[in-house]
C-alpha cells in the first residue's frame, strides 16, 4: 500500500474522531432553548400581572428538568424572587405525612387499619358513632368524620416571636392570626379539639357520617394522623420527616419552622392588594407548613414521580404503589367534579390524590400562600407552582396569572427533547 492513502485514511479519521468531539448534543441546546422561551414567557406573565414573586419546578422520572423563581420576595427591598426562595408550601405539606406513614409501616411501627386509639392517650370517637372504630387508613383518606370548624380556622395559626409588625396586616378573614402567646402544644390542642368535653370540642367537629363512609377533607385529621406517627415511632414528626425524607433527598433548605430554616432567604407574603403579612406559624404544623424552596421541592415532586414509575429511593416499591392506591368511589361522595384536572379531591390516595383526568398531586392555599403539585401518570411529567400572593376569590387574576403559569408549563413539556 503507498503512504499516500494510508495518511488519508489517518486525516479523515482524526477529522471525524475530532468532529464528534466537538459536535454539540443538539438535543440539550434544544431543551435550552425551550427552557430560555419558558423563562421569558414566565417572567412576562409576572410583569404583567398581581403576583408579587413565585416559584416553579418541572419534573419527569429521570429527574428535575427546570426550576426558576419569578418577581419579587420582598417588594420594599426588591429582593428577586428565586428557586432558592423560600415560604411555606401549604397543604401540598400533607403529601410527606403520607410519605411518613407508609415509612413507618415499612419500619413495622403501625398498620395502615389499626385503630388511632391504640396509639393516643386521649380519646378520638365520634359521639354520632361511639362503638365504630376510626383507623389511620380513614385518616389518611380523609374519612374519619373529623371536621374542620372555627375552631379550627381561629386558633390553629400563630404570629411568630419577636416580629415587626408596623406596616403589615394580620387581618385575615378566611384563617385569624393569632399572638404568639396562644400557641399551645399540638397534641394538646388536638386532645382540646376532639376529646369530648374537650376546650374546643364543638358538636360540629365530627360529621354524622360513620367513620369510613364519607370524604369530608380534614386538617385536624391530617394533624392527628402525624401525632399518630409520632406515638407510633417514638420520634417528633419534624425530626421522623427530616431523617426519612428531607435529608435522603438532599432537601437542605427545607424545615417545618422558621427555626429550621434560613429566614433571610424567606419570602414575605403578601395579600391580593399587595398589602404585607406577617411570619406566621401552625399549632396543627403538619398539615400546612413545611417551608421549602421550588428548587427543593422539584427534588421532592421528582421523587414522587419515580416512585410512581416503580424507582424510588425512600420507600419500597410495594410501599409506593400502596401509597399512590386509589382508596375511594363515588358512594364515598356527595358529589364529584369530573371535569377539573387537577382536582386530587376527586379520589383519593394515602394524603395524595388522583384527578379524572390523569394527574396525582395535591394542592394548598393559606393566607398569602398558593401551591399546585401534580404529575402526569401517563407521560409520567411533574409540575409544581408556589406563590407569595393571597389570589382571595380573584377569579379573573387566577386566570391570567395562576393558571397561565401552569398551563405555559405544560405546554413546554412538550417542545422539550429526550436527552
Known amino acids: ?101 407508609m415509612k413507618a409501616k415499612e419500619l413495622g411501627k403501625l398498620h395502615l387499619d389499626d385503630p388511632v386509639q391504640d396509639y393516643l392517650p386521649f380519646q378520638v370517637i365520634n359521639p354520632n358513632y361511639p362503638n365504630d372504630t376510626i383507623t389511620i387508613r380513614h385518616l389518611a383518606t380523609h374519612t374519619s368524620g373529623i371536621n374542620d370548624t372555627e375552631q379550627y380556622m381561629n386558633r390553629a395559626w400563630i404570629l411568630a416571636e419577636n416580629q415587626d409588625l408596623t406596616n403589615v396586616s394580620t387581618d385575615y378573614p378566611a384563617q385569624q392570626l393569632n399572638p404568639a402567646e396562644h400557641d399551645i402544644p399540638m397534641e394538646a390542642y388536638l386532645k382540646g379539639y376532639l376529646e369530648v368535653h374537650g376546650a374546643y370540642y364543638q358538636d360540629d367537629n365530627y360529621i354524622n357520617y360513620q367513620p369510613g363512609a364519607r370524604y369530608n377533607y380534614s386538617n385536624i385529621g391530617a394533624t392527628l394522623c402525624a401525632l399518630v406517627i409520632e406515638k407510633a415511632t417514638g420520634q417528633a414528626f419534624d425530626a421522623f420527616t427530616e431523617a426519612h425524607i428531607l435529608k435522603p433527598l438532599g432537601m437542605d433548605a427545607t424545615g417545618w419552622s422558621l427555626e429550621a430554616v434560613d429566614i433571610t432567604k424567606h419570602s414575605r407574603l403578601y395579600r391580593n392588594d399587595h398589602t404585607l403579612l406577617p411570619f406566621y406559624t401552625a399549632i396543627t404544623y403538619p398539615d400546612g407548613m413545611l417551608i421549602s424552596s421550588s428548587s427543593d421541592m422539584a427534588k421532592y415532586l421528582a421523587e414522587l414521580v419515580k416512585g410512581y414509575s416503580g424507582n424510588g429511593t425512600l420507600l419500597s416499591k410495594a410501599s409506593y404503589q400502596e401509597l399512590f392506591t386509589e382508596q375511594l368511589d363515588a358512594s364515598h361522595f356527595e358529589s364529584r367534579n369530573a371535569s377539573n384536572p387537577y382536582n386530587g379531591d376527586y379520589s383519593p390516595a394515602l394524603f395524595i390524590g388522583h384527578s379524572a383526568k390523569g394527574y396525582i398531586g395535591h394542592s394548598g392555599g393559606d393566607a398569602g400562600v398558593g401551591t399546585w403539585m401534580y404529575f402526569d401518570k401517563v407521560n409520567k411529567t411533574g409540575r409544581y407552582i408556589v406563590i407569595n400572593t393571597d389570589m382571595g376569590n380573584d377569579e379573573r387574576a387566577k386566570e391570567l396569572e395562576y393558571y397561565a403559569i401552569w398551563d405555559m408549563m405544560n405546554d413546554y413539556f412538550d417542545k422539550l427533547q429526550p436527552e
Open 1 to 101: 500500500m503507498s503512504r499516500f492513502p494510508f495518511i488519508v485514511l489517518i486525516v479523515l479519521a482524526f477529522s471525524s474522531c475530532h468532529e464528534n468531539k466537538k459536535q454539540p448534543d443538539r438535543s440539550i441546546n434544544h431543551n435550552q432553548v425551550v427552557l430560555d422561551s419558558l423563562t421569558a414567557a414566565l417572567d412576562s406573565i409576572q410583569r404583567n400581572g398581581q403576583i408579587n414573586g413565585f416559584g416553579v419546578a418541572m419534573v419527569n422520572e429521570h429527574g428535575v428538568l427546570y426550576s426558576k423563581g419569578f418577581g419579587l420576595a420582598n417588594r420594599e427591598t426588591k429582593e428577586p424572587y428565586t428557586e432558592h426562595t423560600i415560604q411555606h408550601i401549604a397543604s401540598v405539606s400533607k403529601t410527606l405525612i403520607g410519605i411518613a406513614l
